[in-house]
């Protein structure tokens, strides 16, 4: 079993900043992506950053220049330090991870999520 576990939202004035986390745990071959979704009320859910292998990163333009996007891969655990928050950022962000497990003498991938972390921004 793989588990996601995020922390860190909460309630900030726009123009401020948050830091959530989010540690993968449990029986993990490799760990090949992770990466953050949002949703917010009467919306569609949408990709906010992710970042695969280490290497390549990708993020919304909404987000350009005021998101991070940061991975400890010792620790399973990806960030995403969020700065100059606006009103429009309000939304339950969810952690993604593109998983791989050893199981059943083969390495299966699937994609993993958290439960979900709610980020208010107040304008």
């Known amino acids: 079993q793989v588990q996601l576990l995020e922390s860190g939202g909460g309630l900030v004035q726009a123009g401020g900043s948050l830091r959530l986390s989010c540690a993968a745990s449990?029986?993990?071959?490799?760990?090949?992506?992770m990466g953050w979704y949002r949703q917010a009320p009467g919306k569609q859910r949408e990709l906010v950053t992710v970042?695969?292998?280490?290497?390549?990163?990708y993020y919304a333009d909404s987000v350009k220049g005021r998101f991070t996007i940061s991975r400890d891969n010792a620790k399973n655990t990806v960030y995403l330090q969020m700065n100059n928050l606006k009103f429009e950022d309000t939304a339950v962000y969810s952690c993604?991870?593109?998983?791989?497990?050893?199981?059943?003498?083969?390495?299966?991938?699937?994609?993993?999520w958290g439960q979900g972390t709610q980020v208010t921004v107040s304008s």
């Open positions: 993604y991870a593109d998983i791989s497990v050893f199981r059943d003498s083969r390495v299966v991938t699937f994609d993993s």
């Open positions: 449990g029986s993990i071959f490799r760990i090949n992506a």
């Open positions: 970042n695969r292998d280490s290497a390549s990163t």
